[in-house]
């Protein structure tokens, strides 16, 4: 691509403002100074970082993000995988739930919570009558040993859940800044 400067602007000062100013209507993009970039990069390198772990309080806010004011009752949800896992890399994980799978009373929605994981929202599914069954089967990162909670969400705005703990020996998801 070729850029044409209008003769008029060649022999025209170029201030702060640029040439657009004079009704040229030609523009400039702004010129980082390396000044400005060494600035930059100062503040960015001393800066702390935030952690790159979720907590169990913003788990809980996950949670309440995705339920709102509904209460969340224990059963009728089964979470199933292993309690201790060698690598986090590849957790099976399985959550089932009891229901008719009717269009009058069905699963509408599978969540799944983890309370160390960078991300404490790891996954929803959404389910219909046509499905048949409320199963969802998957692998997960598990970043280190904690707690997992599935809840299911019914088409009679209901919640049900269950929770797990697991004991991880090598961890996944870890971003260590340093």
């Not at 800066?47 to 309080?57: C, R, W």
């Not at 409320?134 to 919640?159: N, P, W």
Request: with cysteine; proline share 7%.
């Amino acid at each position: 691509m070729k850029i044409v400067i209008p003769s008029e602007a060649r022999d025209l000062s170029w201030s702060l403002k640029g040439p657009s100013a004079c009704g040229l209507g030609v523009t400039t993009m702004p010129v980082t100074t390396r000044r400005a970039f060494l600035a930059g990069a100062t503040i960015v390198c001393v800066l702390p970082f935030a952690s790159a772990h979720a907590t169990p309080e913003a788990m809980a806010a996950a949670i309440k993000e995705v339920v709102g004011a509904g209460t969340i009752r224990e059963g009728k949800v089964k979470l199933d995988l292993p309690p201790l896992v060698e690598n986090g890399n590849t957790v099976p994980l399985t959550v089932s739930v009891e229901s008719p799978m009717t269009p009058a009373d069905h699963v509408k929605a599978i969540h799944v919570f983890n309370e160390k994981n960078p991300q404490p929202h790891v996954f929803s599914a959404r389910l219909g009558p046509q499905n048949g069954r409320a199963v969802i089967t998957t692998r997960i990162k598990l970043a280190d040993s904690q707690k997992i909670i599935a809840i299911a969400e019914t088409s009679t705005g209901q919640f049900f859940s269950a929770s797990a703990d697991v004991i991880v020996t090598l961890a996944a998801c870890i971003e260590d800044v340093t």
